[in-house]
């Protein structure tokens, strides 16, 4: 069983993390609305040199992105894990025609003790959790850069 095929497992064993559910374009949309709504106000933080929280502000604004696939598709996530490994599933499945290189920039399932690159999430948390206010602004335009491919390839797939 893959990786991907065992951790899917994992997530439908508790309702509180994944569970299928009717396909829902109306609540994908949404998803996608409040993924340019946290766009905009990770601007105004920009603006406001409240880089950590823009960051912050900007990883969400991905995921909602993905809550609006994988919602689309007939899934409700509750566990950031499952919703990247359903998003993976779709896309192995061919049911999402998305660079998987897209994802996995944002999160992996691997461990890896010597990662070169670190994920978005991994990049959120030391924000998040870290005690430093200011943060490399690569970072936050890498991010930004992220945001409007994430969407762009989200609208497309809500359209098909």
């Known amino acids: 069983m893959s990786q991907i095929d065992s951790h899917l497992e994992w997530c439908f064993k508790d309702k509180r993390r994944l569970v299928k559910v009717k396909p829902d374009l109306e609540l994908a949309k949404k998803h996608l609305m409040k993924s340019e709504y946290n766009y905009s106000i990770l601007q105004i933080l920009e603006k ?3 880089y950590d929280w823009a960051l912050n502000i900007g990883f969400y604004s991905i995921y909602h992105c993905f809550l609006a696939i994988v919602a689309k598709h007939g899934y409700e996530s509750r566990n950031q894990s499952c919703t990247i490994t359903v998003l993976l599933s779709l896309i192995d499945q061919k049911k999402v025609n998305l660079d998987k290189s897209l994802v996995l920039e944002f999160d992996t399932l691997e461990v890896e003790k010597d990662i070169t690159s670190p994920t978005i999430r991994m990049k959120r948390e030391i924000s ?11 970072q936050l335009k890498n991010i930004k850069e992220m945001i409007v491919k ?8 809500l359209a098909e």
């Open 150 to 157: 994430v969407q762009r390839e989200t609208i497309k797939i």
């Open 48 to 50: 406001q040199k409240i």
């Open 128 to 138: 998040t959790y870290g005690v430093e206010t200011s943060i490399d602004l690569q």
